[in-house]
């Protein structure tokens, strides 16, 4: 008896709000051959689609519900040349050639997102490389930004990060409450559903098969292939790859990513528009921002609009309180907005992992995948897909911490969730004294 998918609706969003219409894709019907099998038609999905197909080889997505109805559509649309972990931090534990190598990667992504909105012609996407500011709630942890920046410039060659004082941030962003801070010129914000449209648009129109409302439900061996089963049909490929990060819960054929991932809920909000004068007077230079706290927010400037997200909702679905969380921390930043009112509301999930970088690489010999993301994921998760891609055909990739054999499976699994909700709890305590 085949099994019945009911496809889910998507976040009602900011960007789903403003998005361009999504192109009508086909469910799977019948027995498809290809390459490759993609299950996940998010950024990483399509990426690799894109790039496998360039190779001269023949890629087929799959998709449980719509292209970009995961983190590629629901994410705050900030790009950065960063990983959760610090490239200092890399170097303390791993080496001077590890953190250069992390370091060229991180950049990497960046122009990896630039080169496909260009070659799609995503003029929707909105990219912008106006930079990402990190602004400092107290001394101490200005302290630790500015020698971040410092050691950034002495041993990276990072010659284009600069230093902010307080008046200079409170320039910025509008907000006095911040004590100075970092600029990273490299970094910038996209339309994170456009983008993610853009590429699905691009990759189909190039012949690539996407078929969405179609499911894994299983991924199993055959003979020197793999068949990838979908409620309406199946796909027959010598290699498959599982781009599904955060949901490798939906279904069992991606389930062995699941204990190697802690999911935490990212939520998001966005005012109405603000008059033209308090949107002049608000983060006017149009960059993404970013606060030093441990429960870290971060905040950009779209149509008039502020939006402000941040770790720290909990369960499986939308929490009233971590959005009425989010609006009181904005306020405190910015108590003009004390009185806007918020036009919408919404969250997705944060793939966390054990070491704070992305892994990718094999499963098995006929299975790959990138997944963990930790937060940064529109620029790497782009990337990965190029990785994929090489890895596919058989090519060496020097993937430094990203290695798949470095990713590990999370301890204790079934007690994770009220793990994250206690280290969360110790971070917001930490936070609110000021430590």
Do not use: C, M, W
């Given at each position: 008896m085949a099994e019945v998918w009911t496809p889910m609706a998507p976040a009602a969003s900011l960007w789903a709000d403003t998005a361009e219409p999504l192109p009508a894709f086909p469910k799977l019907a019948g027995e498809v051959k290809a390459d490759v099998v993609i299950i996940g038609a998010g950024y990483t999905g399509l990426s690799a689609a894109h790039h496998i197909a360039k190779s001269g080889l023949t890629p087929v997505v799959l998709e449980a519900n719509h292209p970009g109805w995961g983190a590629s559509g629901r994410n705050g649309g900030v790009i950065t040349a960063k990983f959760r972990l610090s490239f200092r931090d890399i170097d303390a534990a791993h080496g001077r050639a590890m953190a250069r190598r992390m370091y060229e990667i991180a950049h990497e992504s960046v122009e990896m997102v630039d080169e496909l909105v260009s070659e799609f012609g995503i003029e929707s996407a909105?990219?912008?490389?106006?930079?990402?500011?990190?602004?400092?709630?107290?001394?101490?942890?200005?302290?630790?930004?500015?020698g971040e920046a410092e050691w950034m410039k002495r041993e990276m060659g990072d010659t284009e990060v600069r230093i902010l004082d307080a008046h200079q941030v409170r320039e910025e962003t509008?907000?006095?409450?911040?004590?100075?801070?970092?600029?990273?010129?490299?970094?910038?914000?996209?339309?994170?559903?456009?983008?993610?449209?853009?590429?699905?648009?691009?990759?189909?129109?190039?012949?690539?098969?996407?078929?969405?409302?179609?499911?894994?439900?299983?991924?199993?061996?055959?003979?020197?292939?793999?068949?990838?089963?979908?409620?309406?049909?199946?796909?027959?490929?010598?290699?498959?790859?599982?781009?599904?990060?955060?949901?490798?819960?939906?279904?069992?054929?991606?389930?062995?990513?699941?204990?190697?991932?802690?999911?935490?809920?990212?939520?998001?909000?966005?005012t109405e528009k603000l008059s033209p004068n308090l949107a002049g007077s608000l983060m006017p230079t149009g960059r993404t921002y970013t606060e030093t706290k441990r429960m870290m927010r971060w905040f950009r400037k779209v149509d008039d609009r502020v939006i402000f997200g941040g770790r720290g909702a909990f369960g499986k679905q939308d929490s009233e309180s971590a959005f009425d969380a989010l609006r009181k921390a904005m306020v405190g930043i910015f108590p003009e907005l004390a009185d806007i009112p918020l036009a919408f509301k919404w969250s997705g999930l944060v793939a966390m992992t054990l070491d704070s970088v992305p892994h990718v690489g094999c499963l098995d010999d006929r299975t790959l995948y990138s997944v963990g993301y930790n937060g940064a994921g529109v620029a790497m998760s782009s990337l990965m897909g190029r990785y994929l891609a090489a890895l596919v055909r058989g090519e060496k990739v020097d993937l430094g911490l990203l290695d798949a054999g470095r990713l590990k499976t999370i301890p204790f699994y079934a007690f994770r969730e009220p793990a994250v909700r206690a280290v969360a709890g110790w971070y917001q305590f930490l936070d609110a004294i000021g430590r």
């Open positions: 909105r990219l912008t490389r106006s930079g990402q500011v990190k602004a400092a709630h107290n001394q101490a942890t200005l302290r630790s930004a500015i509008g907000s006095r409450g911040f004590v100075g801070g970092v600029l990273n010129p490299g970094s910038g914000g996209i339309h994170p559903l456009n983008y993610l449209r853009g590429l699905a648009k691009g990759v189909a129109q190039r012949g690539v098969p996407i078929f969405q409302e179609s499911p894994a439900f299983a991924l199993r061996r055959d003979g020197d292939g793999v068949i990838a089963e979908t409620p309406g049909g199946s796909v027959r490929a010598r290699q498959a790859i599982v781009a599904t990060n955060s949901y490798s819960d939906l279904t069992s054929a991606t389930v062995r990513l699941q204990r190697t991932l802690v999911p935490f809920r990212s939520a998001l909000i966005a």
